[in-house]
């Protein structure tokens, strides 16, 4: 069982970058499948990235080309690298970790999820 905990979200102009960590505690981290889902205000949770033990990657086509996931297992943390940032990509971004390990993009096939952080694109 691992806890996800987002961090790095704020507020910055359209065009702009930010690093999104997600640090999850638990000694089979490195085992996980994670993603990054977000939500933006009236709509519903959608798929951004997600990353498998073998750090394979799987991007929304809306990211594909400015966001970047990646991982580090010896710090138990995933990054969502966010540049060219547009001000539709305004949501609150969670965190959530698979110990199926594939790569998914359904939210409920994702077992843990964060309480989020919130990122603002002003345009």
């Known amino acids: 069982q691992v806890q996800p905990v987002e961090s790095g979200g704020g507020l910055v102009q359209a065009g702009g970058s930010l690093r999104l960590s997600c640090a999850a505690n638990?000694?089979?981290?490195?085992?996980?499948?994670m993603g990054w889902f977000r939500q933006a205000p009236g709509k519903e949770r959608e798929f951004v990235a997600a990353?498998?033990?073998?750090?394979?990657?799987y991007y929304a086509d809306s990211v594909k080309g400015r966001f970047t996931i990646s991982r580090d297992n010896a710090k138990n943390t995933v990054y969502l690298q966010m540049n060219s940032l547009k001000p539709e990509d305004t949501a609150v971004y969670y965190c959530a970790a698979d110990p199926r390990g594939g790569l998914r993009r359904y939210s409920h096939e994702y077992d843990y999820w964060g309480r989020g952080t919130r990122v603002t694109v002003s345009s």
């Open positions: 638990g000694r089979t981290f490195r085992s996980y499948a």
């Open positions: 990353i498998n033990w073998g750090s394979n990657t």
